[in-house]
Structure formats: structure tokens, C-alpha cells
């Protein structure tokens, strides 16, 4: 019983190996409206930081493009119609998980934030999320200016 038993946990073993993660370009179609919440931040000015506007908190729709299937490369990342260069990591191994590095100049209701970001996020079943690091300097509508660092969680919400 005993040799029996360990080729068939053997060929079912690597049965399971057979199985590939889909390729980054698979999330191309995905627009995901998300909420960001940050867990811990610093900056100077904060009582004119305009929070409101910045796209390390609250609600925003967020998508990935990869332009091939290779894992680790170029992307665009687009926030609230705003799109961004960066790079990105696709994990082959453990599906739906990648890391983005990409920042760029943000801008919402007369607001500027100038950004830095890296993330890292999970993908399943149409839903996003996972965590930022991001840095930014901004200026108010009214001429204020200061700077905003932080820890984040991106998660996605329904519409």
C-alpha cells in the first residue's frame, strides 16, 4: 500500500505544476473603482493638504495595462483618467500578484500632486487589492504648497 500511495501523491503533485497563471495582459480590460485608505502618513502643511484631491485616499478608478505578456516591463497605470508611466513585476508563480512602480503629475480641482509610487497588489475575479508606498509634494488650488508621505491600502469597491 505504502509504494502505491507515494507515485500517485507524486503524479498528483506535479499535475498541479502544470497549471500557468494567466499573463499580465489579462488585466488590460479591468477598471476598478477603489478606495485608498492611508494607515500611516507624514508631511508638513497639513492643515491645507488637499486631501480631497489627492490619489493616496479616497475613491478613484484605477487600471494596469502591461503591452505584452512578458512579466516584468513597461506599464501604464491610469487614475481617474490620468494615465502614468511606470515599471512592473508579474508574478508567475503566485497568480494575480504584482508589484508597479510609476509616478507623474496628478491633477484635480485646480489641485497639483506630484507623486512617487510603489505597490504592491493581488488581481482576482475583478477585484484589486494591496498596498502603496507613496510620495508627494503638492500645491493647493489656493497657492498652498507642502508634502504628503504615506503607507496606504488600495482596495477595490463596488461602483
Known amino acids: 500500500m505504502r509504494r502505491t500511495l507515494a507515485p500517485l501523491l507524486l503524479?498528483?503533485?506535479?499535475?498541479?505544476?502544470?497549471?500557468?497563471?494567466?499573463?499580465?495582459?489579462?488585466?488590460?480590460?479591468?477598471?476598478?473603482?477603489?478606495?485608498?485608505?492611508p494607515v500611516s502618513w507624514e508631511g508638513d502643511n497639513e492643515a491645507a493638504f488637499p486631501a480631497d484631491t489627492s490619489p493616496a485616499n479616497g475613491v478613484h478608478t484605477l487600471s494596469v495595462v502591461w503591452p505584452?505578456?512578458?512579466p516584468?516591463?513597461?506599464?501604464?497605470?491610469t487614475i481617474d483618467d490620468q494615465a502614468f508611466?511606470?515599471?512592473?513585476?508579474w508574478d508567475e508563480t503566485e497568480c494575480g500578484t504584482f508589484a508597479l512602480g510609476f509616478n507623474g503629475r496628478y491633477e484635480a480641482g485646480g489641485d497639483v500632486h506630484a507623486?512617487?509610487?510603489?505597490?504592491?497588489?493581488?488581481?482576482?475575479?475583478?477585484?484589486?487589492d494591496g498596498y502603496l508606498d507613496w510620495e508627494e509634494t503638492w500645491q493647493?488650488?489656493?497657492?498652498?504648497?507642502?508634502?504628503?508621505?504615506?503607507?496606504a491600502q488600495l482596495r477595490s469597491i463596488q461602483p
Open 140 to 151: 493647493s488650488a489656493e497657492g498652498e504648497i507642502g508634502s504628503f508621505s504615506s503607507q
Open 85 to 89: 508611466q511606470g515599471r512592473g513585476r
Open 11 to 37: 503524479s498528483a503533485g506535479l499535475a498541479g505544476c502544470t497549471d500557468t497563471c494567466p499573463p499580465p495582459t489579462s488585466i488590460a480590460d479591468e477598471v476598478w473603482t477603489v478606495f485608498v485608505n
Open 68 to 70: 505584452s505578456d512578458a
Open 72 to 77: 516584468d516591463g513597461n506599464v501604464t497605470v
Open 115 to 128: 507623486f512617487s509610487c510603489a505597490a504592491t497588489l493581488v488581481t482576482w475575479q475583478g477585484n484589486v
